[in-house]
């Protein structure tokens, strides 16, 4: 049966993850291009103030200490403007020292900044970021200038607080509205996705359907085929629906002709054994009429006459058992009836006893076992019963102890085991060992070595279980095998009669 995965991530939530990491990843590249490209517009907007303040701080020559504002050209005084910082210094004389605070008084700057300023003067030409503690970070622009006998410098500055909160606001806003887009564009591709995938969801479900379908024996009738608008050939799922309608074709087929060919060969096997009976009748007849005159026989003749019956017995029982795995097939063995099963386990050790006294056999059947009843016929019990029993003792060396028991396993079910402490199946025969026509493997076969000269060892046919598990399933039990070395145990379970009441 098919189960849902619960490692991993489906192929709809892989695909709407990766749709909005391209989008977080997209938008990302975009706020800090458009948040770099404002910042630095808003910097080259303050250095061209502090350009034009240069060049009207200058005016003809230096000022002295009563000439301290200039005028903009709008009329007003330039270091009016908050945050705008003045400074000129000749010859080791203080002319100007003042900035504009936030809250529009004119200060004068102390020794520490005029030092900090001083001390941060370039000589490449340009504006730069100087950092004056209380007052923060400024955009300072300095120029050498001179009164004729001493030298000295001026520099204007401009704080950069406002263009710092305008850029802190520009990528809070678009922090905020990119995460609102890529919110509703995951939501939007999800449903998208969802949408789109529906097909291969279709293709998915008529799948696990086939995986639920048994279709190792009988008439096989799988679903529909998929069809539909959204299955459009030329698009990926179309042709993906296509390929898949194919494939279902070509497996009902297979399953069509793999039932047709069994059909053929049950036939065959039913047909095969109702010609074999009369020749086989015929040659053992023969056979047993020789056998009255041994007197008169040669020692190799008589010999050959042995084996010859021997073996049309075995090929007898082969044709008898491939009758009964036809009728079985064909429903024609019909499960009725029910048995007291504790009797027929004591019938089938005590003939075991007799066949295989080189065993040791036991039996172990609790008092409040001894009167299950099963829904299976007497025949048919004793039969897959006798066939558990005999392949213990056909494929076990001597002195294996073998072990029927009885039991309930639940209100309504009792199990029969058939136990035997000999070598044990090999997990490759294991997966086998109820299909038709499969022997043990020589671990479990250990006769050859006991025979005497010239006589063939006793060997299965390959049906015996085989025609067990049948009887079983016909009768709505099951037959199952735990085999390791030292314990192989075969377990038949099935039904109480009236249901263990």
């Known amino acids: 049966m098919m189960t849902k995965q619960t490692v991993g991530a489906s192929f709809q939530v892989r695909l709407v993850a990766l749709i909005s990491i391209v989008l977080v990843l997209v938008t990302v590249v975009i706020g800090a291009v458009t948040v770099t490209l404002q910042n630095d517009s808003l910097v080259r907007r303050v250095d061209e103030q502090l350009a034009k303040s240069m060049a009207l701080n200058l005016g003809p020559g230096v000022p002295d200490q009563a000439e301290s504002f200039w005028v903009d050209e709008d009329g007003t005084t330039e270091n009016q403007r908050i945050g705008a910082l003045n400074l000129i210094v000749v010859g080791g004389k203080t002319w100007e020292?003042?900035?504009?605070?936030?809250?529009?008084?004119?200060?004068?700057?102390?020794?520490?900044?005029?030092?900090?300023?001083?001390?941060?003067?370039?000589?490449?030409?340009?504006?730069?970021?100087?950092?004056?503690?209380?007052?923060?970070?400024?955009?300072?622009?300095?120029?050498?200038?001179?009164?004729?006998e001493n030298d000295g410098y001026a520099i204007v500055g401009q704080s950069l607080s406002d263009v710092a909160r305008t850029t802190r606001n520009l990528v809070s806003l678009f922090a905020l509205t990119a995460l609102a887009g890529i919110l509703v564009a995951s939501v939007a591709s999800a449903m998208m996705v969802r949408r789109t995938l529906r097909p291969l969801r279709a293709l998915q479900t008529t799948a696990a359907t086939i995986s639920e379908t048994p279709l190792t024996s009988g008439v096989v009738t799988l679903p529909e085929r998929v069809t539909g608008k959204e299955y459009q050939p030329g698009t990926e799922v179309g042709d993906?629906?296509?390929?898949?309608?194919?494939?279902?074709?070509?497996?009902?087929?297979?399953?069509?002709?793999?039932?047709?060919?069994?059909?053929?060969?049950?036939?065959?096997?039913?047909?095969?054994?109702?010609?074999?009976?009369?020749?086989?009748?015929?040659?053992?007849?023969?056979?047993?009429?020789?056998?009255?005159?041994?007197?008169?026989?040669?020692?190799?003749?008589?010999?050959?006459?042995?084996?010859?019956?021997?073996?049309?017995?075995?090929m007898a029982t082969i044709v008898e058992n491939l009758l009964l795995l036809a009728r079985l097939d064909a429903g024609e063995v019909a499960p009725e009836g029910s048995a007291l099963i504790a009797p027929i386990i004591l019938e089938c050790v005590s003939d075991a006893r007799v066949t295989g006294a080189d065993k040791s056999w036991r039996i172990e059947v609790p008092d409040d076992a001894a009167h299950i009843e099963a829904d299976i016929p007497e025949d048919a019990l004793r039969q897959a019963l006798t066939n558990l029993i005999t392949n213990a003792r056909l494929h076990t060396p001597e002195g294996t102890t073998v072990c029927v028991s009885l039991a309930m396993s639940t209100d309504v079910q009792c199990v029969i085991r058939v136990e035997d402490d000999g070598p044990g199946i090999s997990p490759e025969l294991a997966q086998t060992v109820f299909d038709r026509f499969v022997r043990g493997d020589a671990a479990r076969s250990p006769l050859a070595d006991t025979c005497a000269p010239g006589e063939a060892a006793p060997r299965s046919t390959g049906l015996g279980l085989s025609i067990t598990e049948q009887i079983i399933r016909n009768s709505g039990g099951t037959v199952t095998l735990d085999s390791i070395p030292g314990r192989t145990v075969f377990s038949i379970w099935l039904p109480v009669a009236g249901g263990g009441k």
């Open 97 to 148: 020292a003042q900035v504009m605070t936030a809250d529009g008084n004119l200060v004068r700057l102390d020794q520490d900044t005029i030092a900090t300023l001083l001390a941060s003067v370039h000589e490449e030409p340009g504006p730069y970021n100087v950092y004056l503690g209380e007052l923060g970070m400024y955009r300072v622009l300095a120029q050498a200038v001179t009164d004729g």
């Open 240 to 314: 993906l629906a296509e390929s898949f309608n194919q494939m279902m074709d070509h497996v009902e087929h297979a399953l069509v002709h793999r039932e047709q060919s069994e059909e053929k060969l049950k036939r065959f096997a039913a047909d095969a054994g109702h010609e074999l009976r009369t020749p086989l009748a015929t040659v053992s007849g023969y056979a047993e009429f020789a056998q009255r005159h041994n007197d008169e026989l040669p020692e190799d003749v008589r010999r050959s006459l042995d084996r010859i019956r021997s073996e049309s017995k075995r």
